[in-house]
């Protein structure tokens, strides 16, 4: 795994961090996972940035050549960032953490893997950056804030994915030769979140997944309608350390309320 520069926040992006620290065991269970591997473990993160592996939930509906796996629900790592299967190399995944609900079905990073390859991605909670005034330097700084559902259940986070061929390995079969990625679907914030950033991650009701699981289904408008603003009163907001902001810092402090600078 490529580790983003210590140096660097995503607070930027509509959605550049969260937070996944269930157990591949739980979220099997949660999401009716019929196909996992369980040699593949993802340590529990409480700052999950771009290109990080993560949990996604997908649906295969054949074996193919491209990786040799199981038709079926699968949970399985895939790297945040997509990278087309167009694409020339893997820098463009770092671009595409993110996909705008507005314009996911037509963008030609998006469109086909919209059809084709949607996923959900496990997450306990994400963080938002607010731009605020620090009293005490009259200085603008950004304060994190990690949004989360109230009754702290796991939220699904509706995603692509894609396959990409590595060109460097010769034999098609070989599952080294296929990248896998993943961006997050996000839209209008509501609720706690809005008062925080205008977007976030879009999130799916449980009454949602199997429709948007299926690889058959590839009706445009069927599938859209499925993409409907979340939350509804149901999220909550608490300022959290900035140490967030560094990809070297990981554990369960990052989510602790501190006193903000500012306010919302």
């Known amino acids: 795994m490529i580790a983003s520069p210590a140096h660097v926040w995503h607070g930027g992006f509509m959605c550049g961090r969260y937070v996944s620290t269930r157990s591949p065991e739980d979220l099997v269970q949660l999401f009716q996972v019929t196909d996992w591997r369980t040699e593949e473990r993802l340590a529990p993160s409480w700052n999950v940035a771009p290109i990080d592996e993560v949990w996604a939930v ?36 770092a671009r595409m953490i993110n ?4 314009t996911v079905h037509e963008k030609p990073a998006f469109r086909r893997e919209f059809l084709r390859h949607r996923c959900l991605l496990p997450a306990d909670g994400f963080y938002e950056w607010q731009q605020v005034k620090d009293e005490a330097t ?14 702290d259940q796991v939220m699904a986070l509706a995603g692509l994915y894609a396959y990409w061929r590595d060109r460097s390995v010769e034999q098609d079969d070989d599952p080294a ?37 299926d690889p058959h289904h590839q009706d445009p408008d069927e599938l859209r309608a499925l993409l409907t603003q979340p939350a509804g009163g149901h999220l909550d907001a608490r300022p959290v350390s900035p140490a967030v902001n560094s990809v070297r810092n990981n554990g369960p402090e990052l989510v602790d309320e501190v006193q903000a600078v500012g306010g919302r």
Do not use: N
């Open 58 to 93: 997908l649906e295969r509906g054949a074996r193919g050549k491209r990786d040799g796996s199981s038709r079926g629900r699968q949970l399985r790592p895939l790297r945040w960032g997509l990278v087309p299967s167009w694409a020339k190399d893997v820098k463009a995944g």
């Open 138 to 151: 009259g200085k603008a700084r950004k304060q994190p804030y990690f949004i989360h559902p109230e009754d």
């Open 99 to 102: 996909a705008r609900v507005e």
């Open 177 to 213: 030769a296929w990248l896998v990625t993943c961006t997050i679907i996000t839209t209008e914030a509501t609720d706690a979140a809005g008062r925080v950033h205008p977007r976030m991650p879009l999130v799916l009701t449980e009454d949602h997944y199997d429709a948007w699981l």
